[in-house]
């Protein structure tokens, strides 16, 4: 044995430290959760995986109540701090082996190779999908993707056909000259799949 005590030792292995952390949320909070780990993507960025306990609705015999509930979430290195006099030895760390690799040769993750013409989802040979008329009958709708916190400028959005698969759910209301006019504003791009590229906006890339 190396000296430490086990479960096969007749004795209660020690827990896993959960020391508190700062953390600085989306809109600017600050807020005391507990760290639970820390981990690396592959592209060498870091993240603190933090617990925080709300309030949760419950329903017990009938009766509905209040209860404490656990939530966890992986929060950027850029955006936790350290409690005062906390010690945060023996909290878990993983490294991704990507990262460890690169970190080690210098070397670039490889990137996969661009689709073939006609192979996407919604594709089939030379057919078009999905059938855009080209008329005033046509509708379109707007995505606003989800965006990292350390993106800068115009918020990107997506123009889609009515019938693009890659679209959220909701309704497509605007018409070809307003979705031309969409494809006008700064941040935005034409979905490649469902030929709203054809309306002469800057092709979303793949």
């Known amino acids: 044995m190396n000296g430490r005590a086990g479960a096969g030792d007749g004795?209660?292995?020690e827990?896993?430290?959960?020391?508190q952390i700062w953390v600085r949320t989306y809109d600017g909070q600050e807020i005391i959760g507990r760290l639970l780990r820390r981990w690396q993507a592959p592209d060498g960025q870091w993240f603190y995986e933090v617990s925080l306990t709300l309030w949760a609705h419950a329903n017990v015999h009938g009766q509905d109540v209040a209860e404490p509930a656990d939530i966890t979430f992986s929060v950027p290195a850029t955006h936790v701090a350290?409690?005062?006099?906390?010690?945060?030895?023996?909290?878990p760390v993983r490294r991704h082996p990507a990262a460890i690799a690169r970190?080690?040769?210098?070397?670039?993750?490889?990137?996969?190779?661009?689709a073939e013409p006609g192979t996407g989802p919604g594709k089939s040979g030379d057919?078009?999908?999905?059938q855009v008329r080209g008329d005033d009958t046509d509708r379109?709708?707007?995505?606003?993707?989800?965006?990292?916190?350390?993106?800068?400028?115009?918020?990107?959005?997506?123009?889609?056909?009515?019938?693009?698969?890659?679209?959220?759910r909701g309704p497509a209301e605007l018409?070809?000259?307003?979705?031309?006019?969409?494809?006008?504003?700064?941040g935005a791009v034409a979905c490649g799949v469902c030929g709203a590229d054809r309306l002469g906006g800057r092709p979303r890339p793949r």
């Open 175 to 186: 018409t070809t000259a307003q979705a031309v006019e969409a494809l006008r504003q700064p």
């Open 15 to 19: 827990r896993t430290p959960t020391p």
């Open 82 to 91: 350290p409690v005062p006099d906390t010690s945060y030895e023996g909290v």
């Open 140 to 168: 379109w709708k707007i995505d606003h993707p989800r965006y990292a916190y350390t993106q800068t400028g115009p918020r990107r959005t997506i123009v889609h056909h009515s019938s693009c698969f890659t679209a959220s």
């Open 103 to 114: 970190a080690r040769t210098g070397r670039k993750p490889t990137t996969p190779p661009p």
């Open 11 to 13: 004795q209660v292995p």
């Open 127 to 130: 057919a078009d999908w999905p």
